[in-house]
């Protein structure tokens, strides 16, 4: 694959780490030394991915001055002007991506083998991948290698990590949802991959985790 892209969903108003999302977007909070969105790029960097479609909300110039002061790579920045959700937020590229494509959330950090996946995926006829781990937010379904629903407090987390070829965009709402995407492709009898993982993982958009932080 010639080139990889990978859409980072940075648009959130950050409600869950108020009030360091007052002044400052969520993917520009620190931690561990460095704004989470960084996190996210390297990782996903490391993983060979040639171009960032990132989409931003509140605070969106922050994250637009960030962007351009510390990155050589190619970044398309999509500034929305009301909120699309994780389907929309992700549908809204669908001209620019390629034939696959790595979804990654802004505020998680982790250690997880995203290159595995991307192989994964691109070995068999699924339509998408989605990385799931056992933690506090369980809801997603696994029958087999594949998802098959959701439904809060059983199966697995998602962490927030997914990879899709370019055709799951045909079901992602304008605005909404990801979750609304992937279950109109289960309903149509398309495959998402299930790829549970046990390796290094966290949901760093809990205030409870940046107290003493930098």
């Not at 605070?59 to 970044?75: P, Q, W, Y």
């Not at 950090?109 to 998408?128: Q, Y």
């Not at 990879?163 to 995407?181: A, D, I, T």
Request: charged share 25%.
């Amino acid at each position: 694959m010639k080139k990889l892209d990978a859409i980072i969903l940075a648009a959130g108003y950050g409600r869950r780490l108020r009030p360091l999302t007052l002044r400052r977007p969520k993917p520009l909070i620190r931690f561990g030394g460095k704004p989470l969105i960084l996190h996210a790029m390297e990782v996903l960097m490391a993983a060979g991915v040639s171009r960032f479609l990132i989409n931003a909300f509140w605070l969106s110039d922050r994250i637009k001055s960030f962007l351009e002061g510390t990155f050589g790579m190619e970044v398309v920045l999509s500034r929305e002007r009301v909120l699309l959700g994780t389907g929309g937020g992700i549908k809204q590229f669908g001209e620019m991506v390629g034939p696959v494509f790595i979804v990654h959330n802004s505020d998680i950090v982790h250690r997880i083998n995203i290159s595995g996946a991307v192989r994964k995926l691109m070995d068999s006829d699924a339509l998408g991948l989605m990385i799931l781990v056992d933690g506090h937010a369980n809801s997603v379904l696994v029958k087999g290698d594949s998802i098959c629903g959701f439904e809060k407090g059983k199966g697995l987390t998602y962490t927030g990590i997914s990879v899709f070829r370019k055709q799951f965009l045909k079901y992602l709402p304008e605005r909404g949802s990801l979750v609304e995407g992937v279950r109109r492709a289960i309903g149509e009898g398309r495959k998402i991959l299930a790829h549970p993982t046990d390796e290094p993982w966290m949901d760093a958009g809990d205030i409870r985790l940046h107290s003493g932080t930098d």
